[in-house]
């Protein structure tokens, strides 16, 4: 007990740690601002026009299909803690171009503060992996995951009160003044990071091109890193699938009106802040691969109950479960690929796995209406149950890996 709260301890001790947590902070802020600020100023300014209100989704989402992995090949060819300053500088100058545009042009220049951010987050994400890499302990990686994905759940809940209040009680130009100032301090408190290390002089200088595809061929010939990706496939799919049904969950199971929604979407984000604490406090006791295996089955379970429920209570207990767990598969996920991948192919496999996962989840999200309209929603969601444990089977191999090798 003495050694873990040592380790803990020692893990809020850390420069790096302290650093990347209050950026983090200040990150979510300006992220949920934009997110709603932007979200609901469109839909003033349109009359909830749904193409308008769609285009929102794509210049947040489409960035991470085009730009992921040359983000991530940039993110291993440059030093990173430079990167991620220049990254949040960057959208905080777009951000505050944008302000100057709505006095002066028009109103859809909202689009471009989404879409310019949305970009320079791929080149950000991957080199705060590489950051912690670099200087969080081993053992104490999975921990430090757990501590900053518990923040991304905590936002989960308050982020869109947060860019709702700001909006709604000051309106767009503050939302983005707000938006500006927490890039800033982002940046200012990366900072205090330690400095980034001297690049290697006898290193061999290498194309774009040529890193891209050593980065393939670093992927393919990781049997860990394979699997992980199969995993990523069905886990996309399978949440892409029931994605779009929530609504009708509410109006044909449950009988209740729509507006019902928000009571499963608080009961899934309060679970996420619990689960994110319980994961913190067992992660030193759980292989990453156990973390993410679990994870998936009691999700699974949740779809497996959600689905079949006709009764409030149920669904929201269904809905709490799988929230629960939602942070022990985020953290195994990248405490696998951090363990697994060198430090200079971190940015890359951060770029070639993302990408599968959310191109499995909008391939099925953009035919869950088509299907609903075929089959029944209690289908659709035993057949996403189905799709984790398919994503589970896939890991068996990583199970044996890791048998072998504490025999060995």
């Given amino acids: 007990m003495t050694s873990a709260s040592n380790g803990m301890g020692g893990l809020f001790r850390n420069r790096f740690v302290q650093s990347i947590l209050l950026s983090g902070l200040f990150l979510q802020i300006g992220i949920w601002v934009r997110n709603f600020a932007v979200l609901l100023f469109v839909m003033d300014q349109t009359g909830g026009d749904p193409f308008a209100v769609s285009m929102i989704s794509v210049a947040e989402f489409a960035p991470i299909f085009i730009f992921s992995f040359i983000g991530g090949t940039f993110a291993d060819r440059w030093r990173p803690k430079r990167t991620m300053v220049w990254c949040d500088v960057l959208s905080a100058v777009s951000v505050f171009a944008v302000m100057f545009a709505l006095m002066f042009a028009t109103w859809k220049a909202v689009f471009f503060a989404t879409l310019v951010s949305a970009i320079l987050s791929q080149f950000s994400q991957p080199s705060g992996m590489r950051l912690f890499k670099i200087h969080v302990p081993g053992e104490l990686m999975q921990a430090g995951m757990s501590i900053y994905q518990t923040m991304f759940a905590l936002f989960m809940v308050l982020g869109p009160i947060l860019g709702t209040f700001v909006y709604q009680h000051y309106g767009i130009q503050v939302a983005i003044g707000i938006m500006g100032v927490a890039f800033l301090l982002s940046a200012c408190v990366l900072m205090f990071l330690p400095p980034d290390r001297a690049a290697e002089e006898e290193k061999k200088p290498t194309t774009l091109r040529e890193e891209m595809a050593a980065g393939f061929r670093y992927v393919w010939s990781s049997k860990s890193l394979t699997t992980l990706g199969g995993c ?72 497996i109950i959600t689905g079949l429920s006709t009764s409030l209570w149920l669904t929201l207990a269904a809905q709490f479960l799988g929230g629960l767990v939602l942070p022990a598969i985020q953290i195994g996920i990248n405490t696998m690929i951090l363990q697994t991948t060198e430090e200079s192919y971190v940015g890359r496999v951060n770029g070639i796995l993302n990408p599968l996962f959310m191109g499995a989840m909008v391939i099925t999200m953009s035919i869950a209406g088509w299907l609903k309209s075929l089959f029944h929603i209690v289908a659709m969601y035993e057949a996403a149950a189905v799709l984790f444990i398919v994503g589970v089977l896939v890991m068996l191999p990583l199970f044996k890996k890791e048998v072998s090798s504490q025999q060995a």
């Fill in 232 to 303: 990523f496939l069905a886990a996309g799919f399978a949440l892409g699938l029931i994605q779009p049904l929530g609504v009708f969950l509410v109006t044909e199971r449950l009988g209740l009106p729509k507006e019902n929604i928000q009571w499963l979407m608080t009961a899934n984000g309060v679970a996420m802040i619990v689960g994110g604490g319980l994961t913190m406090g067992i992660s030193k006791k759980f292989a990453p691969q156990s973390l993410l295996a679990v994870g998936m089955v009691v999700s699974a379970l949740s779809m």
